[in-house]
Nanobody, 126 residues
Framework: AQQLVESGGGSVQAGGSLRLSCAAYGFVYSAYYMAWFRQAPEKEREGVAS????????TYTDSVKGRFTISRDGLKNTLYLQMNSLQPEDTATYYC???????????????????WGQGTQVTVSS
């Protein structure tokens, strides 16, 4: 069965860094648009970053531009999110998502994505 599995979350102090990974199983990973979303307790799910199958055309929500970098490794069929200069407002559960069709707009709409991982927790303290 198709599934996405995130890893790399943890607890860091403000200003620290983490790298999240997303491994795909059971489908042609390289053919899908990919994205990272996050959701804090009692908050709406927010699109963080997206990337095309080729690894080009990355997009980011304004609050993470210049701090986060999305990338994918075609040989390993793995998606990454490098997070630098983390802030307490980045605390959330982070989810990997995949879309069969090209997302609309900036690629950060949750409704555009067909497959979701179970999430990995990121906690940033002051």
């Amino acid at each position: 069965a198709q599934q996405l599995v995130e890893s790399g979350g943890g607890s860091v102090q403000a200003g620290g860094s983490l790298r999240l990974s997303c491994a795909a199983y059971g489908f042609v990973y390289s053919a899908y648009y990919m994205a990272w979303f996050r959701q804090a307790p009692e908050k709406e799910r927010e699109g963080v970053a997206s990337i095309a199958p080729s690894g080009g055309s990355p997009t980011y929500t304004d609050s993470v531009k210049g701090r986060f970098t999305i990338s994918r490794d075609g040989l390993k069929n793995t998606l990454y999110l490098q997070m630098n200069s983390l802030q307490p407002e980045d605390t959330a559960t982070y989810y990997c998502a995949a879309a069969q069709w090209s997302p609309t707009g900036d690629g950060l709409r949750a409704s555009d994505y067909n497959y979701w991982g179970q999430g990995t927790q990121v906690t940033v303290s002051s």
